[in-house]
């Protein structure tokens, strides 16, 4: 039994997302080293540092409807694991992957195509694009959190979620970002990396 089967009790998915989940570790392991999708000392253990790693976050939003926008998509974490498991666990959740990397941006459209799962992919900068009104705004590996809040500031809607993965300087980064933000959040210790958090972050507004 993979380790992603015995780690997502909690999710009750199916065979079939399983098998999603697995044909996308399968085309980052076939695409990364071409176009560098995540760093290549992570692709052994792909099932843990990304695909579980990603898989933690779509159980924190309060809500599992709406739009649920992920910046710096990437390889597809945690935007394309979101999109997978609520093909089966919210289908009324509409997901948009945001990758300005062209070449990035090919691999998000043809892991949809390849899994049989329906995401927007935009592939332009996030601060260039049109404000996106997300219920939730999700990213990992982007930023340091002050920019992430800029972001949020631009596409996330009022009474939106953000929800970003953080290491393990991550206290550091809120006393930051609180010195020019105004922000409430919450913490989630990841199941991935003892020293890492799932930051929830709502009503947030400038200082």
């Known amino acids: 039994m993979s380790v992603l089967d015995d780690r997502l009790p909690t999710l009750d998915v199916s065979r079939e997302t399983l098998a999603r989940l697995r044909k996308l570790s399968d085309l980052l392991n076939k695409w990364s080293p071409k176009i560098n999708l995540v760093a290549k000392g992570t692709l052994e253990a792909s099932w843990d540092r990304h695909v579980l790693d990603s898989a933690q976050v779509f159980?924190?939003?309060?809500?599992?409807?709406g739009h649920w926008v992920d910046l710096g998509a990437g390889g597809g974490f945690p935007g394309l694991v979101v999109a997978i498991l609520?093909?089966?666990?919210?289908?009324?959740?509409?997901?948009?992957?945001?990758?300005?990397?062209?070449?990035?941006?090919v691999f998000l459209r043809t892991a949809l195509r390849e899994t049989?799962?329906?995401?927007?992919?935009?592939?332009?900068?996030?601060?260039?694009?049109?404000?996106?009104?997300?219920?939730?705004?999700?990213a990992r590996?982007?930023?340091?959190?002050?920019?992430?809040?800029?972001?949020?500031?631009?596409?996330?809607?009022?009474?939106?979620e953000a929800v970003f993965l953080k290491g393990a300087n991550w206290e550091k980064e809120v006393a930051e970002a609180q010195e020019s933000w105004n922000f409430s959040f919450t913490k989630?210790?990841?199941?991935?990396?003892?020293?890492?958090?799932?930051?929830?972050?709502?009503a947030l507004t400038h200082v």
Do not use: C, M, W, Y
């Open 59 to 65: 159980d924190i939003p309060k809500q599992r409807e």
């Open 86 to 105: 609520a093909t089966e666990l919210a289908p009324n959740l509409r997901v948009t992957l945001v990758e300005s990397d062209r070449r990035k941006s």
């Open 116 to 138: 049989g799962v329906k995401a927007d992919v935009i592939a332009d900068r996030i601060e260039r694009i049109d404000p996106l009104n997300a219920d939730i705004l999700s």
């Open 141 to 160: 590996a982007l930023a340091d959190l002050s920019t992430l809040l800029s972001f949020a500031d631009r596409h996330l809607a009022p009474s939106g």
């Open 188 to 202: 989630r210790r990841s199941i991935t990396d003892p020293n890492a958090v799932v930051l929830s972050i709502g």
